[in-house]
């Protein structure tokens, strides 16, 4: 009976399937990396429109202009948001998610404008 290689260890009689593992394994990483890379992106880029919509929410009702605008400002940047994720996944940056992004700003319009 031979004797049993340990796992880690590369077996000679076995180079092509072992290589074939790797690439695998190294393609399922790299899926893993973009994916979390665009969660942390889109959050932080996320954060920024909300924190415009919360100050456009707590500005002074007489400054009606300075509330949309800051409310457009935030679309924008949730529109950015969904192009960064769109392009660190290799993707066109032009699709329908990035109506998607407008969602902050919309929402900010909405409890500015009620």
């Given amino acids: 009976m031979p004797a049993r290689r340990s796992r880690h260890l590369l077996d000679p009689d076995d180079l092509h399937r072992s290589h074939r593992r790797s690439q695998s394994s190294h393609a399922s990483l790299t899926s893993v990396q973009r994916w979390v890379m665009s969660v942390l992106a ?43 994720a769109r392009v660190i996944h290799h993707k066109s940056p032009l699709s329908p998610w990035l109506l998607l992004g407008l969602t902050p700003g919309l929402v900010g319009l ?5």
């Fill in 42 to 84: 889109v959050t932080t880029i996320l954060h920024l429109a909300a924190g415009l919509v919360v100050a456009a929410v707590f500005m002074d009702a007489s400054r009606t202009d300075a509330r949309i605008g800051l409310n457009v400002i935030a679309a924008i940047i949730g529109v950015l948001a969904a192009v960064t």
């Fill in 110 to 114: 909405v409890l500015v404008l009620h």
